[in-house]
């Protein structure tokens, strides 16, 4: 099977847990996991299954399939089964014309040797017994270590600035907001009001600022989790 990002996604990615073959013979099979890409290791398991049904083999690592690189526009990753002619089961990725939520952002097809390479389809309709487990993930914060200057400004600093304006505002809200009297709840409660709101002051005006400023195009992770992360075998 040949799995296709539909859109180049910033540090998203599918990760692959586990591996199900439909093979009709018992025996040990390699599968490999491939790119186009040419900075991706392949990965090669020996699956050892009973045949006759479904059999699930977790990998020994679970293994992170970008959706963006650099230097690829055409990004495509493959999971290839070496049957030695043994049968396999057709299995599809949906039935009755109703697509998985995964569609959105992936595509994919099924292939044979003479298929791995071609850029605009999918030589079958079919996995050929092969089926992913695996879940989405977004590294949301990767973004910041790209972005040394920002319109030339110390990107890393402005972000720093606003991380100590944000424990300043909450560590001087808990002194004043304290009914415990002590030494730090009674000196010069008034000055630190004042400095409070000047801190808050700037941090509203430095996130204003990093906000106009972002490109659009620096992470593919923006926006809200609607439910906890949930794991999907792509077949039907």
Not at 45 to 52: D, W
Not at 123 to 137: I, L, N, Q, S
Request: charged content about 20%; overall charge neutral.
């Amino acid at each position: 099977m040949q799995l296709r990002p539909r859109l180049r996604s910033r540090d998203a990615a599918l990760v692959v847990t586990a591996i199900h073959v439909g093979i009709e013979t018992a025996g040990a099979y390699n599968v490999h996991i491939k790119s186009n890409d040419y900075n991706f290791y392949t990965v090669s398991e020996v699956l050892n299954t009973p045949g006759g049904a479904w059999h699930r083999h977790e990998l020994s690592l679970p293994v992170r399939l970008p959706f963006y690189v650099l230097h690829e526009e055409s990004l495509r990753y493959s999971i290839e089964l070496e049957t030695g002619g043994a049968r396999v089961r057709s299995n599809k990725a949906m039935c009755c014309g109703i697509k998985p939520v995964w569609h959105e952002f992936l595509d994919w097809g099924g292939f044979n040797e003479s298929g791995v390479d071609n850029d605009k389809n999918y030589c079958m309709t079919t996995f050929g017994g092969v089926a992913v487990e695996g879940y989405f993930d977004c590294a949301k914060l990767d973004w910041i270590c790209a972005l040394d200057e920002l319109n030339g400004l110390d990107f890393k600093d402005l972000i720093a600035r606003c991380i100590q304006f944000k424990g300043a505002i909450k560590l001087m809200s808990r002194v004043l907001e304290s009914g415990r009297i002590n030494y730090w709840t009674v000196l010069a409660p008034e000055a630190v009001a004042d400095k409070r709101k000047r801190v808050q002051d700037l941090y509203a005006e430095y996130m204003k600022w990093l906000v106009m400023n972002l490109p659009a195009t620096v992470s593919g992770c923006w926006g809200c989790l609607k439910s906890s992360p949930k794991s999907q075998t792509i077949y039907s």
